[in-house]
C-alpha cells in the first residue's frame, strides 16, 4: 500500500469533501474505500415525516451518500467520476428520532464503465440486534469529469 492511501482520512474523500447534502444530515464516514464504505449519522426530527417516523427519502439520502463513496476512487486522478444510473430500494423497517444508522456500501462487481453495489442501512439496537432499514442496490456509470 502506498503512503499518499495510507494518508487519506474517510473524510477526506474527493465525494465528501464538498458534500453540502451529506454535511447537513450529519454523515460521519468512517471508512471509505472504493467498494468498501461504512458511515454513520443520527435521526433528527426534522428527518420524521406526518407519521413520526424517518422519511424514506431521508435514509435514502443517507444511503446516495455511502453509494458516492463506494463508486468513486477517493485516489484516483480525479479525470472521471462515477455517478448513479439506477437505483431499486426495499424499505424493510421503520427508523425514529434519535436512532443512530450505518450504512455499508459494498461493491458487488463492475465491468467497463457499469458497476453495481449494494448498500445496507441498519440500526444498531439496545440488545445488541440489528435492524435492517434499507437495502439499495445501485447502478453506476464512469463518466468523464467535467469540473
Not at 104 to 115: I, K, N, P, Q, Y
Amino acid at each position: 500500500m502506498d503512503t499518499e492511501k495510507q494518508a487519506m482520512a474517510p473524510h477526506e474523500h474527493p465525494a465528501f469533501v464538498n458534500d453540502k447534502s451529506a454535511r447537513w444530515l450529519g454523515v460521519e464516514v468512517l471508512r471509505a474505500d472504493y467498494g468498501d464504505v461504512v458511515i454513520r449519522m443520527r435521526l433528527r426530527d426534522d428527518m420524521l415525516n406526518g407519521y413520526g417516523i424517518a422519511q424514506g427519502g431521508m435514509i435514502v439520502a443517507f444511503a446516495d451518500v455511502a453509494f458516492a463513496l463506494a463508486c468513486n476512487d477517493p485516489h484516483g486522478d480525479g479525470s472521471t467520476v462515477t455517478v448513479a444510473s439506477g437505483v431499486d430500494v426495499n424499505f424493510m423497517n421503520p427508523g425514529f428520532s434519535g436512532d443512530a444508522i450505518t450504512a455499508t456500501g459494498t461493491l458487488v462487481g463492475h465491468a467497463g464503465r457499469s458497476g453495481l453495489f449494494d448498500i445496507e442501512v441498519t440500526r444498531d439496537n439496545e440488545d445488541g440486534s440489528t435492524t435492517h432499514l434499507i437495502h439499495m442496490r445501485g447502478r453506476s456509470r464512469t463518466i468523464p469529469n467535467r469540473r
